[in-house]
């Protein structure tokens, strides 16, 4: 275990310090230090991706379900719709892409869908906790993250019969050793406080439930690990009080406004949440001992955004770029249309530039936005522990 301590500081330092700066202290500790950096600099090689999550991770399961979320979205990426409430590509894009793989098919998309690298179980308005009211009554869909597990349930064996059809049926599903290789990753949480919220409950009703959602978050990493799945990529959720449709729809008293325009309370509540899922992710290290658990930190590196712009180069951090107009062009109305003397009239526009907004349609991120996220997240930098995407299957440093 010793020489696989040493290998923190170095995946630290190639962070944060100039390659040459590493590379001299490694030649003056190179004897000493060989063994390990082969193992540190080893790049996982994950053949696949399966993600669980809402609509921060989906690439096409509501869509495919409930009907296409309407242009403009996905203009300035794709051309076109393209399954994800964005002007282009998500978080869970940007990871896939830099770990070599294709975009993630959406499980739910009959059409054209290729899971040869991976599966993404995720789906807008998804919380983690069933819901006890339909889509069309509170706005939360009814694929919880316990039925996206039974979705992912049966795809191993499943794709495995399907693949053994040869030809085709070959290139679309995974090998079947993929499952214990791959990155399982999750992006949930922040539509079950939402749902709080938007009951009218105080934020102390909605804490007070908080230790049941992340329960159930817990039951489902532990089933993934039964099925085979031991490298997990979990996000923690952003700050909801920064969101514009949740600015404009919810109670807020300007003393509850903090410098960068969020509500201070409901990103309490998401704070509150985010310490309860670490401990959740120490509990987890501990009752699964072949587990690699990455939890990062995606509510700073959001924040960071909103309470930042222009040092990342944003000129809008609380504005909708995509709505149909009010302080926050909020209202998740981005590419509606209504009829006027016959005629159809797009009353939810985009923004001139969407690459100098945050914010896109009042509860979703920009491209541009997404891509800064991944920036400050792919080197480890808001990760626990603090280790770079391509080398999360490593398990010696999580040790607490
Ligand atoms: C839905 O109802 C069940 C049974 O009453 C309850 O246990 C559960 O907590 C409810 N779910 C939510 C999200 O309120
Ligand atoms: C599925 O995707 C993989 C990786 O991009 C590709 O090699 C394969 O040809 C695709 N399968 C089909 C049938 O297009
Ligand atoms: C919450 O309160 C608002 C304002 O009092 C009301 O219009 C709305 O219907 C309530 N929502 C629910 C789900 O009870």
């Known amino acids: ?31 000493s230090l060989a063994p390990c950096l082969v193992l540190a600099s080893t790049s996982c090689k994950f053949p696949a991706i399966f993600n669980f999550g809402d609509s921060n991770s989906d690439t096409g399961g509501f869509s495919a379900v409930f009907g296409q979320a309407r242009p403009p979205h996905g203009e300035s990426y794709f051309h076109g719709p393209a399954g994800r409430y964005c002007d282009g590509r998500l978080v869970i894009d940007f990871i ?14 009959s059409v054209g869908s290729n899971f040869s690298h991976g599966a993404n179980f995720a789906t807008a308005a998804s919380t983690i906790r069933p819901q ?19 979705e992912f349930y049966d795809f191993p064996p499943r794709s495995q019969i399907v693949r053994s059809q040869g030809g085709v049926f070959e290139q679309l599903m995974p090998k079947a050793e993929d499952f214990s290789r791959a990155l399982y990753t999750f992006d949930i949480g922040q539509n079950d406080l939402a749902a709080g919220f938007f009951f009218n409950m105080s934020t102390a009703q909605v804490k007070a439930y908080v230790p049941d959602v992340l329960n159930q978050f817990k039951s489902i990493v532990k089933n993934v690990y039964d099925q085979g799945g031991r490298y997990f ?4 959720t952003g700050p909801v009080g920064c969101l514009p449709y949740v600015l404009a ?23 509150f949440f985010n310490h309860g899922l670490k401990e959740v992710v120490v ?42 107009g009010g302080k926050y062009n909020n209202n998740l109305h981005c590419g509606g249309k209504i009829k006027v003397h016959g005629r159809e009239i797009l009353v939810g526009k ?11 349609d009042g509860f979703h991120y920009t491209q541009a936005a997404n891509k800064r996220v991944f920036d400050q997240i792919v080197d480890g930098s808001f990760s626990d522990p603090p280790v770079p995407l391509k080398m999360v299957c490593h398990r010696q440093q999580q040790a607490h």
Request: contains cysteine.
């Open 96 to 109: 896939a892409n830099s770990l070599g793989l294709p975009f993630l098919s959406a499980y739910l998309d």
């Open 283 to 324: 509990q987890l290290r501990e009752e699964l001992p072949l587990a690699a658990i990455t939890y990062v930190d995606i509510y700073s590196a959001k924040y960071s955004l909103i309470s930042q712009p222009k040092k990342h180069g944003f000129e809008q951090p609380i504005r909708a770029c995509c709505g149909q």
């Open 233 to 236: 990529w979990i996000h923690n």
């Open 350 to 360: 985009a923004c001139q530039d969407p690459s100098l907004w945050v914010n896109w």
């Open 132 to 150: 006890n009211t339909t889509l069309h009554q509170s706005g939360f869909s009814p694929i919880s993250l316990d039925v996206q597990y039974d």
């Open 1 to 31: 275990m010793f020489s696989l301590s040493l290998c923190v500081p170095y995946m630290i330092m190639e962070s944060h310090f100039s390659k040459t700066l590493v590379v001299a202290i490694l030649v003056s500790l190179s004897v």
């Open 249 to 271: 729809r919810l109670p807020v008293l300007a003393s509850q406004v903090d410098k960068a325009g969020c509500a201070t309370p409901y990103n309490e509540v998401a704070q």
